[in-house]
Nanobody
Framework: QVQLVESGGGLVQAGGSLRLSCAAS????????MGWFRQAPGKEREFVAL??????YYADSVKGRFTISRDNAKNACYLQMNSLKPEDTAVYYCASSYDYRSSSSSTSDYNYWGQGTQVTVSS
């Protein structure tokens, strides 16, 4: 059974940092794209960052503050979040796609999802 499990969320003051982790199991994700998305209350789920065979991509809203990385030996993906803002408050989800060629930022192109981890940034 394929599983993605996020951890590392929490409450932090504006300007602070958090590091989210995504542990994958059930198959090898080495060659597959790994993405982070987030969903704030009352809003649609949105793209945050992606690491794929073609490169690393970020939403404009997090560029320069967030860093995505992966450890293939651990079948894991990470999101380092610095200079956090109250508008970064959301549930953060790890996701992956069947298609190793994908570099999509669309939620509909992702097949595996974690349960999410809450990030709350206070002002």
């Amino acid at each position: 059974q394929v599983q993605l499990v996020e951890s590392g969320g929490g409450l932090v003051q504006a300007g602070g940092s958090l590091r989210l982790s995504c542990a994958a199991s059930g198959r090898t994700f080495t060659s597959l794209p790994m993405g982070w998305f987030r969903q704030a209350p009352g809003k649609e789920r949105e793209f945050v960052a992606l690491i794929s065979w073609s490169g690393i991509y970020y939403a404009d809203s997090v560029k320069g503050r967030f860093t995505i990385s992966r450890d293939n030996a651990k079948n894991a993906c990470y999101l380092q979040m610095n200079s956090l803002k109250p508008e970064d408050t959301a549930v953060y989800y790890c996701a992956s796609s069947y298609d190793y060629r994908s570099s999509s930022s669309s939620t509909s192109d992702y097949n595996y999802w974690g349960q999410g981890t809450q990030v709350t940034v206070s002002s």
